[in-house]
């Protein structure tokens, strides 16, 4: 079992930066592929980045690229998602999510959520 927080939303101007953290708990943490999500109000969730148990590897939708980075340091129990440059467009909900020997790039494979954190970016 893994049960994650997330942290670090609020308000911020177009062109600010926020980060945003997720908190895990669960003896297995470090062997789970772990993504970041977003819900923007009448829209589907989709997928913004991931990150691989041994964060050798990441990926990061082509909307964000170049300005949000997904991270998890070493011994840590939390990976980060660092937003830069953010757009109005941004503005949802932001979820973590947690998979274990799954496909990290497909939504349907993660197995455990967060219950979000609200980003709002204003023009």
């Known amino acids: 079992q893994v049960q994650l927080v997330e942290s670090g939303g609020g308000l911020v101007q177009a062109g600010g930066s926020l980060r945003l953290s997720c908190a895990a708990s669960?003896?297995?943490?470090?062997?789970?592929?772990m993504g970041w999500f977003r819900q923007a109000p009448g829209k589907e969730r989709e997928f913004v980045a991931a990150?691989?148990?041994?964060?050798?590897?990441?990926y990061s939708a082509d909307s964000v690229k170049g300005r949000f980075t997904i991270s998890r340091p070493n011994a840590k129990n939390t990976v980060y998602l660092q937003m830069n440059s953010l757009k109005p467009e941004d503005t949802a909900v932001y979820y973590c999510?947690?998979?274990?020997?799954?496909?990290?790039?497909?939504?349907?494979?993660?197995?455990?959520w967060g219950q979000g954190t609200q980003v709002t970016v204003s023009s």
């Open positions: 999510a947690a998979c274990g020997g799954c496909n990290w790039l497909l939504t349907s494979e993660y197995e455990y």
């Open positions: 669960g003896r297995t943490f470090s062997r789970y592929h």
């Open positions: 990150i691989s148990w041994s964060a050798g590897y990441t």
